[in-house]
């Protein structure tokens, strides 16, 4: 890609380490090939995009292949816009009825459009919840729901976009009291009073002296070929280090 031909960059915090998120999440007027979201879940794109993945990954099993295109969905979604909120006090525009998407030659999600650059707040936001809140409000819920109509459980999704939540928030220097865990998967309730999705997803254990991070779903990816194991993460205890 030529310098003059890269994206305009959405955020201060995509720079350094992170540069990588100019790639995944920029203006929708710089997003070669992007789709609404909406028309995109609607009208057969999501379901043409699972058939090529499928082709390439060789997988025979639709929830496997479903769930592991979801990793790369939240996974490209949740990082750039936590990393913009918690290092630029950022606050994106990322509710799902705005953005666009566009894919991969293998069908998987390339990167998101976002309609403006959003506001800057007045200080950094450091509590999980309120970090995560509107990522939840305007966005998660509506994946998951066409997620799940396609054979996948709504814990599973959740799980998934659990495990790139929690990373983000960590490698921009959460800090919970009271132990590795963090509130927003410790918690039955948002601070709304509803049910909280992410409530268990993730913890963390002592193993030998080490914290470790595990799911509590299983993303399923060991039933597609070549797929590495996400190792101590896994939910499943037989598939942590297989042989």
């Given at each position: 890609m030529n310098m003059q031909d890269r994206p305009r960059d959405l955020s201060p915090a995509f720079s350094g380490e992170h540069s990588w998120c100019r790639d995944k999440m920029m203006l929708s007027e710089?997003?070669?090939?992007?789709?609404?979201?909406?028309?995109?879940?609607?009208?057969?794109?999501f379901q043409r995009a699972i058939d090529r993945y499928a082709e390439v990954c060789g997988g025979s099993d639709r929830r496997a292949i479903v769930s592991m295109w979801s990793l790369y969905y939240f996974s490209g979604l949740s990082i750039p816009y936590l990393l913009a909120r918690r290092l630029a006090a950022q606050a994106l525009p990322v509710a799902f009825e705005e953005m666009t998407i566009a894919l991969d030659d293998a069908g998987l999600p390339r990167a998101f459009g976002v309609p403006h650059a959003g506001t800057i707040e007045s200080e950094i936001e450091t509590e999980s919840f309120a970090t995560v809140g509107p990522l939840l409000e305007t966005h998660l819920g509506e994946a998951v729901m066409r997620l799940k109509a396609c054979g996948i459980s709504a814990k599973l999704c959740w799980n998934n976009a659990a495990v790139y939540i929690d990373y983000a928030l960590r490698l921009t220097g959460e800090e919970p009291s009271g132990g590795p865990d963090l509130p927003l998967f410790l918690r039955g309730c948002l601070p709304d009073g509803g049910v909280n999705p992410f409530c268990g997803c993730v913890s963390y254990l002592d193993e030998e002296g080490e914290q470790v991070a595990r799911r509590k779903v299983c993303c399923l990816r060991y039933m597609l070929p070549g797929i590495p194991s996400c190792g101590k993460l896994c939910a499943l205890p037989s598939q942590r280090n297989p042989q």
């Open positions: 710089d997003l070669a090939g992007g789709v609404p979201l909406p028309a995109f879940f609607r009208d057969g794109g």
